[in-house]
């Protein structure tokens, strides 16, 4: 799986748009983004993936960059409740691989 | 849908003692299951492979006698710490990957402290 880079930490404020860069430069053309969080003393949480086109839900936006080199993942009005650990990770959809994590980057939401 | 609840969320065990971990996907079958592990301030580690009906595959360094694993049926996979010593005291999680869009979903985890 392609190895991805995040800030370690990022400050926002609340009801502020959180805006979360990811790169992933080495991407292979059949792996899709991932993004989950992992809030204190949990275990991660999925938000949302792709592969190449923008995606949206309910938690956040996900914006690709043409050459797929990059990403950002867009927490539309922070709160609170969003103070956590954001891991990017790529991977293969198929298969029964696990997920690769790195450091990912430290969102803190500021009243 | 796409649910893992593990158990138990924490315990606290004497050192010498085994502790067991289970990780149940309630909604779907999961053939593979992952165990992973994080020490405070570090990000997950995996720990093991589980696959139903065969014996795990285990990470370099992770001693397969140490971390016992069991997984028997399609939708449970447990963790054993044999012999538990305090630098295993950590945050043990394990996921699962339902047959949907969402990639894997994650337990709650469970907090081991050996005292």
């Known amino acids: 799986d392609a190895k991805t880079t995040q800030p370690t930490s990022m400050d926002c404020a609340e009801g502020r748009a959180a805006n979360l860069p990811c790169n992933h430069s080495?991407?292979?053309?059949?792996?899709?983004v991932y993004w989950y969080r992992q809030i204190h003393s949990q275990g991660p949480q999925y938000i949302i993936h792709?592969?190449?086109n923008n995606e949206t839900n309910e938690m956040a936006s996900l914006i690709i960059t043409e050459d797929r080199k990059s990403s950002t993942l867009i927490l539309p009005h922070a709160t609170l409740r969003d103070t956590a650990v954001y891991y990017c990770?790529?991977?293969?959809?198929?298969?029964?691989?696990?997920?690769?994590f790195g450091t990912g980057t430290r969102l803190t939401v500021i009243p | 849908g796409a649910v893992v609840s593990q158990h138990p969320s924490w315990v606290i065990c004497k050192s010498g003692t085994s502790v067991k971990i289970e990780c149940r996907s309630l909604?779907?079958?999961?053939?593979?299951m992952f165990w992973y592990r994080q020490f405070p301030k570090q990000s997950l580690m995996l720990m093991a492979t589980?696959?139903?009906?065969?014996?795990?595959?285990?990470e370099q360094g992770v001693e397969k006698d140490k971390f016992l694993i069991n997984h028997a049926s399609l939708t449970l996979s447990t963790l054993t710490v044999t012999s538990a010593h305090p630098e295993d005291s950590s945050f043990y999680i394990c996921?699962?990957?339902?047959?949907?869009?969402?990639?894997?979903?994650f337990g709650s985890g469970t907090r081991l402290t050996v005292v």
């Open positions: 996921s699962a990957q339902a047959n949907n869009n969402y990639g894997y979903t």
């Open positions: 080495t991407i292979s053309g059949n792996e899709y």
């Open positions: 792709g592969l190449k």
């Open positions: 990770i790529v991977r293969v959809r198929t298969g029964a691989n696990n997920l690769f």
């Open positions: 909604d779907f079958q999961a053939t593979t």
């Open positions: 589980s696959n139903e009906g065969s014996k795990a595959t285990y």
